[in-house]
C-alpha cells in the first residue's frame, strides 16, 4: 500500500506559497514523513520540513491520499498548483507543526550536540503528527534523535533521567532535555520488532521484569518527577474523567465498579510499579538479542499487569498463556503469596478502559485536523472492556 501526497507549501513566515504536484510514496503510514521529504527532494530539488496533517481520505491513517503542510526556505523553482489555504490558529496545535516550529527545535537540538563535542552534520526529519515530531541527527561522535512531545507526554523525560540511573542500557540514553517537550536521545542500534514472534515477546517480558521490580521503592520518587499516579486509589476517577465526554453507556456497570474491583486487585499482593503503559513489540529494538525498551510517553505509576496485558494483546490465546504464565511465575517467585493470575482476570477490562481513556486524553489535546488518526480508537478499546467483562 502507498500514499499519494499533495505538499501544501508556506514559507518561514506562514504565507502560503500553493501545493507541489502529487506524488506517491510506497510508505503508507501518514505519520511516516521521511520518505515523503526525500521523494520531494528527488522529484523537486525542494527541501521541506513537514508540519502536520491537513486531510486524508482514508478510514485509518494509512494510505490513499494525503495533504500536509510543508515548510520551505525560499520558493521552489518548480511550478506550484494553486492551493486554498486558511490555516485559524489553533491553541491545541503542536509547536513543531507551526511555521518555524522545526528550526527551532533543530537549532536547539545541534546547539546540544555541539555543548556535548558531538556536532551535527546531517539531520533529516522522520516523523510528525500529534503524538511526537521525530528527527535524525548524525555526525562524527554518532547518531542522535531530536523527540519532541506534547503536553500529555512531558514526563517522559523523567521516566528516562530515572531509568538511567536505576536501570542502565534498558532502554534509550537521555543526552538533554529543555522540560518544554524537548529530548535529545542517544541512538540505539538495532530495528524495532513489529510482529515479533511469542519466543521473543517472552525475552522481552523477561528482560523488563527487572525494571518493574527495581521501581518499587521509587514510586514515590518517580510520581513527584511528574509521572501520572495511575495507582488503584487514582484510577478510576482519571479514567472516568477522561471518558465523561464519551458514549460510555456500554460499560456503564464496568465504570461504576471500579474501586471495588480495583479492591480486589489489591488484595493479589503485588507491588504497584512504574509501568510502561504501552509496551508493544514495535516499542523495542533489537539487535544481536539485545532488547531495549523505547518510548515512554505513556508510562505512568501503576499495577505492573497492565504490561503484561499489552504484551500479549492481539494475540491467539495459545500465544498469548505463555506470555502471561511466565509473567505470573517471576511475580510469585519475587512476591511470595501474592496471586498474579486473578489480577490478570480483574484488570482485563480495566486494561480496556485505561486505553480508551488514553485516546480521548489525546482526543481532547490535538488540533481538530489531526484527530483522524485516532478517531476510532476510543469505541474500540470500549468495546474491547466489554467483551473482556463478560463471563
Not at 523537486?44 to 494509512?62: C, E, I, K, N, S
Not at 497492565?306 to 505470573?328: H, I, M, N, T
Request: proline share 9%.
Amino acid at each position: 500500500m502507498s500514499r499519494t501526497v499533495t505538499l501544501v507549501l508556506v514559507d518561514a513566515g506562514g504565507a502560503p506559497l500553493g501545493a507541489l504536484p502529487p506524488f506517491d510514496v510506497p510508505s503508507p503510514w501518514w505519520q511516516e514523513v521521511g520518505p515523503v521529504v526525500a521523494e520531494a527532494r528527488r522529484r523537486y530539488g525542494v527541501d521541506v520540513a513537514v508540519l502536520r496533517l491537513l486531510t486524508g481520505d482514508a478510514p485509518q491513517p494509512m494510505g490513499g491520499a494525503v495533504t500536509y503542510l510543508a515548510q520551505v526556505d525560499a520558493r521552489p523553482a518548480t511550478p506550484l498548483v494553486p492551493a486554498k489555504l486558511d490555516l485559524p490558529a489553533d491553541p491545541l496545535r503542536a509547536p513543531y507543526a507551526e511555521p518555524g516550529g522545526p528550526a527551532r527545535s533543530l537549532a536547539w537540538a545541534t546547539a546540544q550536540l555541539r555543548r556535548l563535542g558531538r556536532p551535527a552534520q546531517t539531520a533529516a526529519q522522520q516523523r510528525t503528527w500529534n503524538l511526537s515530531a521525530v528527527w535524525r541527527l548524525d555526525g562524527p561522535g554518532g547518531t542522535a534523535w531530536l523527540k519532541q512531545i506534547p503536553p500529555f507526554f512531558r514526563h517522559e523525560a523523567a521516566v528516562l533521567r530515572w531509568l538511567g540511573r536505576a536501570a542502565p542500557g534498558r532502554t534509550s540514553t537521555l543526552l538533554a532535555d529543555d522540560g518544554d517537550g524537548r529530548m535529545l536521545i542517544e541512538h540505539v542500534p538495532g530495528e524495532d520488532r513489529y510482529g515479533a514472534p511469542i519466543q521473543e515477546r517472552l525475552a522481552m517480558a523477561a528482560g523488563f521484569h527487572p525494571v518493574q521490580l527495581r521501581s518499587v521503592p521509587d514510586v514515590a520518587e518517580l510520581v513527584a518527577a511528574g509521572v501520572p499516579d495511575l495507582r488503584a486509589h487514582a484510577l478510576p476517577t482519571w479514567i472516568r474523567d477522561r471518558l465523561a465526554a464519551h458514549d460510555t453507556s456500554s460499560v456503564a456497570s464496568l465504570l461504576a465498579g471500579l474501586e471495588a474491583r480495583l479492591d480486589e486487585v489489591r488484595g493479589c499482593g503485588l507491588p504497584e510499579t512504574l509501568v510502561h503503559g504501552d509496551l508493544h513489540p514495535g516499542n523495542v529494538r533489537a539487535d544481536v538479542g539485545r532488547h531495549v525498551v523505547i518510548d515512554w510517553g505513556d508510562a505512568f505509576v501503576g499495577h505492573p499487569a497492565f504490561d503484561a496485558l499489552r504484551l500479549a494483546e492481539g494475540l491467539p490465546d495459545d500465544a498469548a498463556s505463555p506470555v502471561l504464565a511466565e509473567w505470573c511465575a517471576r511475580w510469585r517467585a519475587d512476591v511470595p503469596g501474592c496471586a498474579p493470575e486473578r489480577a490478570v482476570g480483574l484488570l482485563r477490562p480495566v486494561a480496556a478502559l485505561r486505553m480508551a481513556a488514553v485516546y480521548a486524553m489525546f482526543l481532547d489535546g490535538i488540533e481538530a485536523s489531526e484527530r483522524v488518526y485516532h478517531a476510532t480508537d476510543v469505541d474500540t478499546y470500549l468495546e474491547r472492556a466489554l467483551a473482556s467483562a463478560a463471563p
